[in-house]
T-cell receptor, first 114, second 113 residues
Framework: DTAVSQTPKYLVTQMGNDKSIKCEQN?????MYWYKQDSKKFLKIMFS???????INETVPNRFSPKSPDKAHLNLHINSLELGDSAVYFC?????????????FGPGTRLLVL | SQKIEQNSEALNIQEGKTATLTCNYTNYSPAYLQWYRQDPGRGPVFLLLIRENEKEKRKERLKVTFDTTLKQSLFHITASQPADSATYLC????????????FGSGTQLTVLP
């Protein structure tokens, strides 16, 4: 019944490793997002896909690569992890509705890079 | 540069009182503004949306105002309860942006019994 789900919930890894976070939504939405929330709780957009096409690509290192195999999935792959990548990563989805679009968030993936 | 600021990082109020949270923005032409609630260890949950041509919106004990002249939104929780304790985030969608929401850093509200 979970609307937006993410796996894993926790991820602890060493610097230099490559890791992936998966996201799935069962709401039938046409757009999915990745956000990063740092220790100060600031939530910053990283990427957005609409119908499997990239529509928002903020200034993030190219070590981060999103992949959308279909409308219901948006995965985030991170290469060569660095200490500064430690944060909570949230996936979200929305359906295009002019003037009233709201976003539904997943539970977050807590990434700790040692 | 564009900025969204929420008045304080933390706000403590007594149960039963009205909590008022502030969201100020600069250098945006907002299409609409939203308020989200975030509990510890969870993702944000949508509460209310107010459009740029609306002055006020209500939902149960929640009220949002939007003043595009002052570039400010106020979020009120009346008859506050300890269960209202959470972090509240405002988020702005600019006119013409690629469906992008920009979030403020949040205000952590604690309602004391």
């Amino acid at each position: 019944d979970t609307a937006v789900s993410q796996t894993p919930k926790y991820l602890v890894t060493q610097m230099g490793n490559d890791k992936s976070i998966k996201c799935e939504q069962n709401l039938g939405h046409d757009t999915m997002y990745w956000y990063k929330q740092d220790s100060k709780k600031f939530l910053k957009i990283m990427f957005s896909y609409n119908n499997k096409e990239l529509i928002i690509n903020e200034t993030v290192p190219n070590r981060f690569s999103p992949k959308s195999p279909d409308k219901a999935h948006l995965n985030l792959h991170i290469n060569s992890l660095e200490l500064g990548d430690s944060a909570v990563y949230f996936c979200a989805s929305s359906q295009f509705q002019p003037g009233q679009e709201t976003q539904y968030f997943g539970p977050g993936t807590r990434l700790l890079v040692l | 540069s564009q900025k969204i600021e929420q008045n304080s990082e933390a706000l403590n109020i007594q149960e039963g009182k009205t909590a008022t949270l502030t969201c100020n923005y600069t250098n945006y032409s907002p299409a609409y503004l939203q308020w989200y609630r975030q509990d510890p260890g969870r993702g944000p949950v949508f509460l209310l949306l107010i459009r740029e041509n609306e002055k006020e919106k209500r939902k149960e004990r929640l009220k949002v105002t939007f003043d595009t002249t002052l570039k400010q939104s106020l979020f009120h929780i009346t008859a506050s309860q300890p269960a209202d304790s959470a972090t509240y985030l405002c988020a702005l969608r600019s006119s013409g942006s690629a469906r992008q929401l920009t979030f403020g850093s949040g205000t952590q509200l604690t309602v004391l019994p």
